[in-house]
């Protein structure tokens, strides 16, 4: 039994020999513990992972990307390929977490690359969001010429920012990203780290009317204001985006709360009324609580 027990454990030996190397991302000993497993076991289910794996971690001569299609074939491989086998092996957290090291090599590699509208995600700020390295990625972003002003690098800042300096500070450019590009908002705030943004969303969709597509998240900043009003001294400095009806509905409700302890009755009422007709679901919901 002592014999059957220790010849059924030498796979697992052999296998935590490769996993130990790729912890810490030694190449040249993942890839010989690799050997020795397909030598003894070679039809272990694991091998096929562990050596996409080793291979993975060979950093070796890897050079700075000279185009986009050529990061654009390196983020494919370790997002279809390298990712699942690190999250079989490591499970979820633990590969998540590994992977972390891998977007970071990919990120200083694409370091050279200016961004392009045609081919937004080749760039090296989205490699650092992936990579969990928010100031990196931040800086990034602001190597961008007019970054504000352009949806895929907006989005980046939004995302770093949130997970650096959190929500209150990030409310400005939220609301301009909201304003510029709604889509990518709404597909942003399910990985916010602030609790309080993904049920702010849920409530908002559940409650506006509107026209009931994607586009009804420009009004979200707007809305915001009538269930948390101490938001309006955040987002009051947001820039001014393209002067639309979300962006309105979001300057008139900054200013009547405002007004509304300043005593000035004649603009308190006109502005109400100019958001009654602005759009009517924002006025009930700035009226519900009145």
Not at 111 to 137: I, M, N
Not at 165 to 173: C, E, F, N
Not at 190 to 208: G, H, I, Q, V
Not at 252 to 258: H, S, T
């Amino acid at each position: 039994m002592q014999l059957d027990i220790f010849e059924h454990s030498r796979d697992v030996m052999l296998r935590n020999d490769v996993v130990q190397a790729l912890e810490h991302y030694d190449a040249t000993a993942a890839q010989a513990a690799c050997e020795r497993l397909a030598q003894e076991f070679p039809r272990d289910v694991s091998l096929p992972e562990l050596r996409i794996l080793a291979e993975a971690v060979d950093f070796g001569e890897r050079q700075m990307f000279s185009d986009h299609e050529a990061l654009r074939r390196a983020r494919l491989a370790l997002q279809q390929t390298v990712r699942p086998a690190a999250l079989g092996s490591f499970g979820d957290t633990g590969g998540g977490v590994w992977l972390s090291r891998l977007w970071q090599e990919l990120a200083e590699r694409a370091a050279p690359l200016a961004f392009s509208p045609a081919c937004a995600g080749e760039h090296a700020a989205p490699l650092w969001l992936q990579a969990g390295d928010w100031q990196a990625a931040e800086q990034a972003v602001t190597r961008i010429e007019s970054w504000r002003r352009i949806p895929a690098p907006l989005g980046w800042m939004v995302e770093a920012r949130l997970h650096r300096v959190g929500l209150q500070a990030t409310w400005p450019l939220l609301a301009e990203l909201a304003w510029l590009s709604p889509r990518r908002l709404g597909e942003l705030v399910p990985r916010s780290p602030d609790p309080l943004l993904p049920p702010l969303m849920s409530k908002f969709e559940a409650d506006f009317e509107g026209a009931g597509d994607d586009s009804d998240i420009a009004w979200f900043p707007a809305w915001v204001l009538t269930e948390r009003p101490d938001a309006a001294r955040h987002m009051a400095p947001a820039q001014a985006s393209q002067h639309g009806a979300p962006e309105q509905g979001m300057r008139l409700l900054v200013e009547l709360l405002g007004l509304e302890h300043q005593g000035r009755h004649h603009d308190f009422v006109n502005r109400r009324k100019a958001l009654r007709d602005l759009q009517p679901s924002l006025f009930k919901a700035y009226m519900r609580t009145r």
